[in-house]
């Protein structure tokens, strides 16, 4: 049985090897980061985002430079007050940093959302051109060398110039 099992093993696999070998594979490769510095529209999406990014530092900065100043000012009075006003003033200290806390949190979802937002169709642009030339080339596969998913690329070609020319870029 055990010899069997390795004889139809042994004929699959030796079957499947002579399949793939009858396959021509083309491989292409294309590194995604630098299409994306040269792609249409992604300067305006960035510098909308920086305004984003710029909007949000500069209340965040208000936020803590009000929680600073009342941090101090309460730290000056503490010896002064009574137990009360302490505790209210604290409780009232600990709710403002929590806030801070959670605009930030907040902010960073929001702009993470934005850029996706901002950078979707750009992305998806290319993402269109590099399958339109993968079709049209005859290409099996075609790797990201710009995010390192590529160790070995010897035998693939290099599509950028394809697909910017896909895009009418130079």
């Known amino acids: 049985m055990k010899k069997g099992f390795i004889a139809v093993l042994v004929a699959l696999l030796a079957f499947g090897g002579s399949a793939m070998a009858q396959k021509n594979i083309k491989l292409g490769h294309i590194n995604s980061n630098a299409l994306m510095e040269i792609m249409p529209g992604r300067d305006t999406a960035m ?12 209340e965040m900065d208000a ?5 600073e ?13 009574s137990e009360l006003i ?3 003033k604290e409780t009232d200290l600990q709710a403002m940093g929590a806030r801070i806390e959670e605009f930030q949190a907040n902010a960073q979802k929001l702009l993470e959302e934005r850029q996706e937002a901002l950078l979707k169709p750009i992305v998806d642009r290319a993402k269109a051109a590099i399958e339109e030339v993968g079709k049209e ?3 099996t596969y075609i790797f990201d060398a710009g995010v390192g998913a590529v160790l070995y690329s010897q035998d693939s070609d290099d599509i950028m110039p394809l697909v910017k020319k896909k895009l009418g870029l130079k």
């Open 69 to 81: 100043t009342k941090v101090n000012e309460y730290m000056a009075k503490r010896d002064q007050l």
């Open 86 to 88: 302490r505790k209210t």
């Open 63 to 67: 936020m803590r430079k009000e929680y």
């Open 47 to 58: 510098a909308q985002l920086q305004k984003d990014v710029d909007d949000a530092k500069a």
């Open 137 to 139: 080339n005859g290409y």
